[in-house]
């Protein structure tokens, strides 16, 4: 009998945290472990992550967040909550503030 080496270990919950970064259909990478510490490394350090991608509900949030400011939060928030609970691809259209978003910023 032969010995060709350790035998790769696949641990599952990395191999799912690197497909919901890269996308399910996706090749993983060889040392898609390291790709992944290297993310967590700068996300720490407040880097530019390459491989994440913001989740699709996050300019619903912002929307959510700005109305707090301009004083019509319930509409932006049902919203919201309705992007959180769709499926992907089925998310609800973007709430238009009808107050000035230009304020907010300074």
Request: hydrophobic share 25%; glycine share 8%.
């Amino acid at each position: 009998m032969g010995d060709t080496g350790p035998e790769k270990k696949v641990d599952p919950i990395m191999e799912d945290y690197a497909r919901k970064i890269l996308g399910r259909d996706t090749e993983l990478p060889e040392d898609y472990a390291s790709m992944i510490i290297e993310s967590r490394r700068r996300g720490r350090a407040g880097e530019e992550q390459p491989f994440l991608k913001p989740h699709r509900c996050d300019k619903h949030l912002q929307d959510f967040l700005d109305g707090l400011f301009l004083y019509e939060a319930w509409e932006p928030c049902k919203i919201y909550f309705k992007c959180l609970g769709s499926k992907m691809g089925e998310e609800p259209e973007r709430y238009k503030l009808k107050g000035d978003p230009e304020s907010l910023k300074r």
